[in-house]
Structures are given as structure tokens and as C-alpha cells.
């Protein structure tokens, strides 16, 4: 996974009413930032707690919040004890799942974090006897279950600390924007329905660019591939009621409280169609002032997460 996309200038909407109690897990590989991330959403009046046992996260919610703050940011890492991926998963559809827990996955790119832990001379905790190479490729291939549970995820590998501040700051603070963090999915129903989606759109009724020899290669962000499948008489009116259901159903969700929103388009390969739809939603809704992240699974397997464009926010 790399850069997030360009982001798009959006008008600061005045904010909605927050949850009684907000929950942001915060994790993602050793070196990507998350510690900065963690202090970050202290000083937004996050009450922040780091490497606490899995088994433990519950009883954070017997009482009543600590102080002031109405959010709790969980910094989740694979040194935690008692961590495992599976446990992560169990919890987040359990327990965490009725708190509407959110992931906040901090990312960045293997050859960056290579670099980083080249200049610091630190020994990676997943290979304390091995090349921090070894520790990266270890721990973002076990990492990678819960990176496609992220509501929010924000790759720094090319922001400095306060790049990533600011980030942070769009998408979690009270003060600005919209209290809710909103994703959209492509995927391939062959590999099946990303976990966690809200809203559901099949695109597989619109012409595959699969069949054209001169496009199969290419995927829906391509401007031929986009011109081939905006050609079906049926794309225009599908995207434009898809938007109005889009834009009517958002704000009742901020009212209810809601704290995040995750849409998916499938298509067969998940590559051409549902790419091209959930780009194309992904622009109408920035241009509206909502704040979105795009994510397009079977691009990042393809590429393993190494392509610029494949995720990214758009805000």
C-alpha cells in the first residue's frame, strides 16, 4: 500500500453531534507512525490508552467515560500481549462490534519502512535476530486481515508528522467535518463480500471491459476502460441514482449517530466495473464535502498493496 490519492479541497460542514462514547482502534506495522497517530488523538481530547490486553478492552466500557472526553482511541499492535489476528477479528465482531468500534489503520510502504528502520538501527520486534526486512514482510502479511477491516486508513509514507497530524485531525476531530468516517469497496464476487459493509451494489450488469483484449489488462481507473464501460446505456442513470441514494441516506445516518459507513461495488473480477462505479461515487460524494476513503481490494492483492492509487482518501 502506498500514497494515499490526491485529496480533493472540501468545504468544512458544521459538525454533528458525537456518539455517547466513540471507539477508534488504532494499529497497523511497527514504524508506519501509530504512536504519532495515538498522540495525535490525545491531543484532540482522545482518552488513549496503548498496548492494552485484548481481554481487558471490555471493561473500558462498565463505567463511565474518564473525565471530559467522549472518545477512546486503543493503540493495537503485534507486541500486545495476548494479541493474535484471529482474537482481533472474534473481538471486533463481538464486543467491539456493539461499541461500533472503528480501525484506524496507520499504513506505509515496505521500501519506507525499510529505510526508516535503516536510519534508526532499531531491530524490528517480529525479527529481533533477522533483517528488519524479514520483521516488515513478516508482520505486514499478518497484519493484512485486519488492514481490509479499516474504516479510516491513512498511509504515511510519504507525510511528515504533521501531514499525518492533519489528517487525524480531518478525520477524527469534533471540531471539523463530518462525524463520520465513510469508506467505499470495490471487490471480486468470486473472492467474496468484504466484511463489514453497509450498502451493496452489483455492477455486474454493465458491459465487461474483461472481453476487449486491448482493455483486459488494464482496470477501472483507466480512461479507456472508463470510456468503455460509461458507453452502456444503463451506466449514467445507475450512477446517478446510486448518488441520490447515496446522499439521501448519509445525513440519517450522521443523525442516528452513526460513526461510520462502508459501500461496496462488486463486480466479477473486481477489477473493471466495480473500480470505474466506486471511483466515480468516490468524486461525486468529495465534491458534495463528505469525507472518503476509496479502497479497491483485488487491486491491492494483485499488486500487494504496492500501487499508488489503489486506496487513498479523498476529502
Not at 98 to 121: K, M
Not at 143 to 149: C, T, V
Request: neutral net charge; glycine residues 8%.
Amino acid at each position: 500500500m502506498a500514497q494515499p490519492a490526491t485529496t480533493i479541497p472540501a468545504t468544512e460542514r458544521p459538525a454533528a453531534t458525537a456518539p455517547a462514547r466513540r471507539l477508534v482502534l488504532v494499529t497497523g506495522p511497527s514504524g508506519a507512525g501509530r504512536s504519532t497517530a495515538i498522540r495525535a488523538l490525545e491531543d484532540l481530547d482522545y482518552e488513549t490508552i496503548d498496548n492494552l490486553p485484548l481481554s481487558l478492552i471490555p471493561r473500558l466500557f462498565d463505567g463511565p467515560p474518564h473525565g471530559r472526553s467522549l472518545a477512546l482511541a486503543l493503540g493495537v499492535d503485534t507486541r500486545n500481549r495476548e494479541f493474535s489476528v484471529q482474537g482481533f477479528l472474534d473481538f471486533l465482531d463481538g464486543p467491539l462490534g456493539r461499541a461500533r468500534a472503528e480501525v484506524f489503520y496507520v499504513d506505509c510502504r515496505p521500501d519506507i519502512l525499510l529505510r526508516r528502520y535503516s536510519e534508526t538501527r532499531r531491530r524490528h520486534p517480529m525479527a529481533p535476530a533477522e533483517s528488519p526486512e524479514d520483521g516488515i514482510a513478516r508482520e505486514l502479511d499478518l497484519l493484512a486481515p485486519i488492514r481490509e477491516r479499516a474504516e479510516v486508513l491513512i498511509d504515511t509514507s510519504e507525510l511528515s508528522q504533521h501531514d499525518l497530524r492533519a489528517e487525524i485531525d480531518r478525520w477524527f476531530s469534533y471540531a471539523t467535518a463530518v462525524r463520520m468516517a465513510l469508506s467505499v469497496h470495490s471487490f471480486s464476487y468470486k473472492r467474496g463480500l468484504p466484511r463489514g459493509l453497509d450498502m451493496v451494489f452489483d455492477c455486474r450488469f454493465l458491459r465487461n471491459p474483461y472481453w476487449d483484449d486491448t482493455l483486459r489488462t488494464g482496470d477501472g481507473r483507466d480512461k479507456d476502460v472508463i470510456s468503455y464501460i460509461a458507453a452502456d446505456a444503463r451506466y449514467s442513470e445507475f450512477l446517478n441514482k446510486v448518488t441520490d441514494l447515496t446522499e439521501l441516506l448519509l445525513p440519517a445516518h450522521v443523525d442516528e449517530g452513526k460513526s461510520h459507513l462502508t459501500i461496496g461495488f462488486g463486480c466479477t473480477g473486481g477489477q473493471h466495473r466495480s473500480v470505474c462505479v466506486a471511483e466515480a461515487i468516490v468524486n461525486r460524494l468529495a465534491a458534495a464535502n463528505w469525507q472518503v476513503s476509496i479502497r479497491h481490494r483485488e487491486l491491492e492483492r494483485r499488486r500487494g498493496g504496492a500501487d499508488g492509487q489503489a486506496s487513498g482518501l479523498r476529502v
